[in-house]
């Protein structure tokens, strides 16, 4: 899927995040961003995934982890799709509540300054504006779908 040719100043490669990162970007970045990864490490250990991310950064640079908190939640519906989100993340490997394991996991990589943010985001009908409402719907539906094919299969 990626763009071709890429765009300018921008370099796109292939990379399991389970496996070694390249020798020679050790130590060479300011900024590591990763966004809903965490949930597909399978069995491997969240600690040592996030110890060689945080092998990439210059002295001084920061990482950020942008995952979704799935602890039980208030919403009946949204308690539906996350107990079974649970459920599938219980199966895969690092056992659904990994996110509150992150934290420790950076800390113990020697990272300073760490912080931990929850951040609530409104979908649907309570969405702050009537893009996001139907952007929501869609992403949410086309998430929720795939869940359920996948549980649909067992
Ligand atoms: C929930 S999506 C998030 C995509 C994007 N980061 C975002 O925030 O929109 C999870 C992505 O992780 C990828 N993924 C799963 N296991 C991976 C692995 N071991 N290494 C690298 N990517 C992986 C999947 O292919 C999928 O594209």
Known sequence: M?????????????????????????????????????AG??????????????????????????????????NPAVEKLFSLVRELIDMIGNGWNYVSTLKGALEQAGLESVEDKSIDVFLGASASSPELREKSIISMQFTTSAFVDVVDSK
């Open 41 to 74: 490490i399978g069995q491997h250990p969240l600690k040592d995934i996030v110890h060689r991310q945080c092998e990439l950064l210059k002295p001084g640079g920061w990482i950020e982890f942008v995952e979704l908190d799935i602890a039980p939640n208030s």
């Open 2 to 38: 990626f763009p071709k040719p890429s765009p300018d100043g921008i370099a796109l490669s292939i990379q399991d995040i389970t496996a070694q990162w390249p020798e020679d970007w050790k130590g060479t970045f300011d900024y590591v961003h990763q966004r809903l990864g965490l």
